[in-house]
């Protein structure tokens, strides 16, 4: 499975964007997927994921801002964020098909900057 991800940019505080993961196949059975986010001199740490059940968990920094839906006929995941903080300045990965600790597909980043 590759996975595309898109809708990165450059943002005020306050202001909202739209993340996609886009599959090339379909995500129906993948059991769950997930965002991460890699700010510069930190590591990656996971952001969202979502079940195949569309079940939903947020880290604690994203709570109540940021939602993760998945639209399985467009094989496709979304990270709706709003409220956005200059603390939310990352590169955003989505990854899918977890096992345990270990996730076996992964996208390409993408840049999101939020200016104060």
């Known amino acids: 499975v590759q996975l595309q991800a898109s809708g990165g940019g450059l943002v005020q505080t306050g202001g909202s964007l739209r993340l996609s993961c886009a599959a090339s196949?379909?995500?129906?059975?993948?059991?769950?997927m997930g965002w991460y986010r890699q700010a510069p001199g930190k590591q990656r740490e996971l952001v969202a994921v979502?079940?195949?059940?569309?079940?939903?968990n947020y880290a604690d920094s994203v709570k109540g801002r940021f939602t993760m839906f998945r639209d399985n006929f467009k094989n496709t995941v979304y990270l709706q964020m709003n409220s956005l903080k200059p603390e939310d300045t990352a590169v955003y990965y989505c990854?899918?098909?977890?096992?345990?600790?270990?996730?076996?597909?992964w996208g390409q980043g993408t840049l999101v900057t939020v200016s104060s």
């Open positions: 196949e379909s995500i129906f059975s993948i059991n769950v």
């Open positions: 979502i079940t195949s059940g569309g079940t939903t």
């Open positions: 990854a899918a098909d977890r096992r345990g600790s270990l996730w076996i597909y």
